[in-house]
């Protein structure tokens, strides 16, 4: 069974750095892009990014390429999503999911919150 | 960016009967390979999205057959021919075509 287990929630300050995890199981993790998406309180998806385990190629969207890094280890199946200085406007719910053309499998999301 | 518009954003439904949502897209999801990669999600509220289609229109397993998926180009449609009360939700739009992927901007569904 394929399976995306994100980290727990997490409140930061503005300025803080984080990076939220997403393991996958019941798959071949190095053979599927897994992609990054932000939903902001009440707000619609947005896709964010993208990378592939087996050779970490990475794709980002405009609106988050130099925001976030997105990254992947592959002995232990994960992928990462990181913030080198988060801003309030970061408070979101964060997904990870299964795919490069589609996304077939989701995480739990990960809330995010930054408040001073 | 590709711009996906949906329409309606909200749509009040009577139990048992039938919805439709459209979804364009700026620019043919048609991709090279021949394949048209456009896919519908249902959020249901408090959940992770959820994959309901996908190639316009292949409905996933376990997704209820009154769901269904159709258009080519630019303009696509998820119908729901008897909506009941685990329809209620936000259903989403996305083109998989093009760089960067992008999401319509979802459709409310709830009961009348």
């Known amino acids: 069974e394929v399976q995306l287990v994100q980290s727990g929630a997490e409140v930061k300050k503005p300025g803080e750095s984080l990076k939220i995890s997403c393991k996958a199981s019941?798959?071949?993790?190095?053979?599927?892009?897994i992609g990054w998406v932000r939903q902001m309180p009440g707000k619609g998806l947005e896709w964010m990014g993208i990378?592939?385990?087996?050779?970490?190629?990475?794709r980002y969207s405009p609106s988050f390429q130099g925001q976030v890094t997105i990254s992947a280890d592959k002995s232990i199946s994960t992928a990462y999503l990181q913030w080198s200085s988060l801003k309030a406007s970061d408070t979101a719910m964060y997904y990870c999911?299964?795919?490069?053309?589609?996304?077939?499998?989701w995480g739990q999301g990960t809330l995010v919150t930054v408040s001073s | 960016d590709v711009e996906m518009t949906q329409s309606p954003l909200s749509l009040p439904v009577t139990l048992g009967q039938p919805a439709s949502i459209s979804c364009r897209s700026s620019?043919?999801?048609?991709?090279?390979?021949?394949?048209?990669?456009l896919n519908w999600f249902q959020q249901r509220p408090g959940q992770s999205p959820r994959r309901l289609i996908y190639?316009?229109?292949n409905r996933d397993s376990g997704v209820p057959d009154r769901f269904s998926g159709s258009g080519s180009g630019t303009d696509f449609t998820l119908k729901i021919s008897r909506v009941e009360a685990e329809d209620v939700g936000v259903y989403y739009c996305?083109?998989?075509?093009?760089?960067?992927?992008?999401f319509g901007q979802g459709t409310k569904v709830e009961i009348k």
């Open positions: 996305m083109q998989g075509t093009h760089w960067p992927r992008t």
């Open positions: 019941g798959y071949r993790f190095t053979s599927f892009w």
């Open positions: 990378i592939y385990p087996g050779d970490s190629n990475t």
């Open positions: 999911a299964r795919g490069m053309t589609t996304l077939d499998y």
């Open positions: 620019q043919s999801l048609v991709y090279s390979d021949g394949n048209t990669y």
């Open positions: 190639k316009v229109s």
